[in-house]
C-alpha cells in the first residue's frame, strides 16, 4: 500500500467513523433504551447496577372477590388492561444525540413518584444500559477498518 493510498483509507475511515457517530450511534442507544426500559415491565423493576423492585400494588395484596378484581389481581405491576405504559417507550434520533421518552401523560407520575403513588421507576440513568450501548457501538467500531 503506498502512502496515498494509506492516506485515502485513513480518511474513510474517518468518515465511517463520523457518520457512526452522528447517525448510527443514536439509533442504536435509543432502540437498546426503549428495548431495555421496556423490559424493566417484565422484571417488575427498575436496572441499574441491580434490580430495585417495584412496591406492590394493592390489587394485588388485597384483591376484590369479583372476577375483574381476581383478573387485576394476577396482572403485572404497571401493566393495565391496555398496556400503554409499556407500550409507550420510543425514541428520537439526531444527529449525535437521542432523546428516549414515554408520551403517556401520567408516566412521570409512576416514573419519579407523588406524595400518594410510589415511585416505580422504569426510564432513567443505568450502568447496565450504558453497558449495552458502549459494547453495541465498539461492535459497530470493530466492524469499520473491514470494509
Known amino acids: 500500500m ?3 493510498e494509506f492516506t485515502e483509507q485513513l480518511k474513510e475511515i474517518g468518515i465511517e467513523i463520523q457518520n457512526l457517530a452522528d ?8 432502540k437498546t433504551a426503549a428495548d431495555f426500559f421496556t423490559e424493566n415491565f417484565q422484571r417488575q423493576g427498575f ?19 369479583t372476577p375483574k378484581g381476581q383478573t387485576a389481581a394476577g396482572r403485572q405491576i404497571l401493566f393495565g388492561e391496555t398496556r400503554n405504559l409499556s407500550r409507550s417507550i420510543d425514541y428520537d434520533a439526531g444527529r449525535g444525540k437521542v432523546t428516549v421518552y414515554s408520551d403517556v401523560k401520567y408516566a412521570p407520575y409512576h416514573n419519579e413518584g407523588t406524595d400518594k403513588l410510589p415511585k416505580r421507576q422504569f426510564i432513567g440513568d443505568s450502568e447496565k444500559l450504558n453497558e449495552l450501548v458502549i459494547s453495541e457501538i465498539n461492535r459497530k467500531l470493530k466492524e469499520i477498518p473491514k470494509k
Open 47 to 65: 436496572l441499574n447496577q441491580s434490580l430495585t423492585a417495584w412496591r406492590d400494588v394493592q390489587r394485588r395484596t388485597h384483591p376484590r372477590t
Open 23 to 30: 447517525n448510527e450511534a443514536p439509533v442504536i442507544a435509543g
Open 2 to 4: 503506498t502512502p496515498k
